[in-house]
């Protein structure tokens, strides 16, 4: 645990040290009538609808607290990536709802567009979030099984004779 806080910190350093595009940020938030801001996120097969507000750091994933949901420690901080580097943890309340995929994908989709909706909040995060790489979409999928072939690319046992 302690390695990553001293990777965060210097990927933080990293961040504020040179991005231009921090200083050029959009100047409207897009926020619906109750404060909110929504956005997408998607991971291999997950998707993930995310609706971001104000208020004490509350998580909620499909109807159930964010830490009873995610169990796994590793899936909450992949979660809390996007906070810590913005230096934002416990200010927004999130609310959730993930489909399709595992618990991982899940977690990568919740980031992706957890980090989505708070350009949206707060349009002055962009440099951060895009310079920390979490409003890219991770594009990879689980390759495809192959006919003739036991998996993807296993082929079956050969026997010489």
């Known amino acids: 645990m302690a390695q990553t806080m001293q990777g965060l910190e210097s990927l933080k350093k990293a961040v504020s040290a040179g991005s231009p595009a921090a200083d050029a940020a959009p100047a409207e938030p897009k926020k619906d009538a109750l404060g909110r801001s929504y956005a997408t996120g998607k991971r291999k097969n997950a998707i993930a609808r995310v609706w971001v507000k104000p208020g004490t750091g509350k998580l909620t994933v499909n109807g159930r607290d964010g830490a009873v949901y ?92």
């Open 70 to 161: 995610f169990a796994r420690p590793v899936l909450r901080m992949i979660i809390n990536q996007p906070f810590l580097i913005s230096d934002r943890l416990a200010q927004y309340d999130v609310w959730c709802t993930v489909t399709g995929g595992g618990l991982s994908g899940q977690a990568g989709a919740v980031r992706h567009g957890l980090s989505k909706a708070l350009t949206f909040q707060e349009p002055a995060l962009r440099g951060v979030l895009k310079a920390a790489g979490f409003l890219t979409r991770d594009s990879r999928v689980v390759e495809r099984k192959k006919y003739g072939k036991a998996k993807a690319r296993r082929s079956f046992q050969f026997s010489k004779r």
